[in-house]
Nanobody
Framework: QLQACGGGLVQAWGSLRLSCAAS????????MGWFRQAPGKEREFVAG?????????YADSVKGRFTISRDKVKNTVVHLQMNSLKPEDTAVYYC?????????????????WGQGTLVTVSS
């Protein structure tokens, strides 16, 4: 089970930090990802991180603004630090988990999904 939290309303250029806690099975060896879905659009990849935090991947649209990380104490908690937010970042953000080591940018690679948390960026 994946539980995401941290969404909310923020002004443009502001920051938010999303968190996702994985429980119910051993997710310590799973890669974790964040996807988002804006109104009327398809779900898209945002960022991914492998189990050891040695590898990260970002969508071009968020590079340099968003940072994905795994909690130093609980490896099964993943954070998404979002800075310099833009109105176009408005979406429901979903966390996900996969035992795979490739294909992180694709939804089909992920076996587990959280319920989503809404991020609204006002201009």
């Amino acid at each position: 089970q994946l539980q995401a939290c941290g969404g909310g309303l923020v002004q443009a250029w502001g920051s938010l930090r999303l968190s996702c806690a994985a429980s119910g099975r051993s997710f310590t060896s799973y890669a974790m990802g964040w996807f988002r879905q804006a109104p009327g659009k398809e779900r898209e990849f945002v960022a991914g991180i492998n189990w050891s935090s040695a590898r990260v991947l970002y969508a071009d649209s968020v590079k340099g603004r968003f940072t994905i990380s795994r909690d130093k104490v609980k490896n099964t908690v993943v954070h998404l630090q979002m800075n310099s937010l833009k109105p176009e970042d408005t979406a429901v953000y979903y966390c996900s988990a996969t035992p795979g080591t490739t294909g992180w940018a694709y939804q089909r690679s992920y076996d587990y999904w959280g319920q989503g948390t809404l991020v609204t960026v006002s201009s």
